[in-house]
């Protein structure tokens, strides 16, 4: 009786070993390997192909996200930099405007046709005109025309990033410009100085016209006063004529050429050469 209370015992404790052994391996981990489920583990065991794809894959990703951060970075330092392209304004000016040499070749130019315009106002008086005036206007209708186009460029220039500046070309004519008005006030006095003694040239040679053509065969009278030093071996005479027209001339040595300026009995003042002078006044006690 005792046995089989003992047996009985032993047959419940070991059942009771072997329901808590089938429990523990659905619940634990096994110490080895990898863990299946009842099902079984199938496909999903990761094998060492599947391993080294998942690096590749993982290295490909990386490599791609450093590529477009450094496209990314490359557009934004593309996208920076600062361009600039011409403006429709523009600027226009004429290059022989801005030149010394221009501007007294047009003062001679202003003299010139100043002297057309007197020749036409003694023309107007004379009913007949003498040919050396009208060969005087001939010469003085003949004026320089000046060539060119005008410079275009320009004013400014406007920027990507919102910005507008001078061009290059208007720094550069504005600094020409601001030259040229510096000195402008003293070039204005040299051009009307040029003017000034171009059409008293003219002036000259209009009233030496007149007075030949004027006397014609019948020369003027005139009497000499030779003032000669007393001593000195080089020592020349200077020579003074006194006319019954009311000039008074005085001759005078340049170059080599004899040279008579008179003061008429108006006040002009010309210079004639010693054959013209001659062709107009004589000299009654000549030298």
């Not at 070991?14 to 496909?43: H, I, R």
């Not at 690096?55 to 934004?76: G, I, L, M, Q, R």
């Not at 920076?80 to 392209?85: A, F, K």
Request: proline share 5%.
């Amino acid at each position: 009786m005792n046995i089989r209370k003992h047996w009985k015992k032993i047959l419940l404790t070991t059942t009771a070993f072997f329901w808590a052994s089938c429990n523990y391996e659905e619940t634990a981990q096994p110490l080895y390997g990898v863990y299946c489920p009842p099902e079984g583990c199938g496909d999903r065991e990761l094998s060492s192909s599947n391993i080294t794809q998942l690096s590749s894959s993982s290295e490909a990703v990386s490599s791609s996200s450093k590529t477009n951060t450094s496209s990314s970075s490359n557009e934004e330092s593309s996208s920076s930099e600062v361009t600039c392209t011409p403006s429709d304004s523009t600027v226009s000016y004429y290059p022989p405007s801005y030149s010394a040499d221009i501007a007294k070749m047009n003062a001679e130019e202003r003299a010139k046709r100043s002297g057309v315009e007197k020749i036409d106002s003694v023309k107007k008086t004379m009913q007949t005109t003498p040919q050396c005036l009208e060969n005087l206007r001939q010469e003085l209708d003949i004026f320089v025309a000046l060539y060119g186009a005008p410079n275009i460029f320009p004013k400014d220039e406007v920027c990507s990033d919102g910005t507008t500046h001078p061009t290059k070309e208007y720094q550069e004519y504005l600094k020409m410009k601001e030259e040229w008005e510096k000195n402008k006030p003293a070039l204005d006095e040299e051009c009307q100085k040029i003017y000034e003694e171009k059409l008293n040239d003219i002036q000259q040679r209009i009233n030496k016209c007149l007075n030949i053509s004027s006397h014609g065969t019948n020369p003027i009278e005139c009497d000499l006063e030779a003032m000669c030093p007393e001593y000195g071996v080089d020592a020349k005479c200077s020579y003074n004529y006194n006319c019954e027209d009311g000039a008074y001339c005085r001759e005078r040595d340049k170059d080599g050429t004899t040279l008579i300026n008179c003061n008429d009995g108006s006040g002009n003042k010309v210079t004639y050469t010693e054959e013209e002078f001659k062709s107009i006044y004589h000299v009654k006690n000549d030298k």
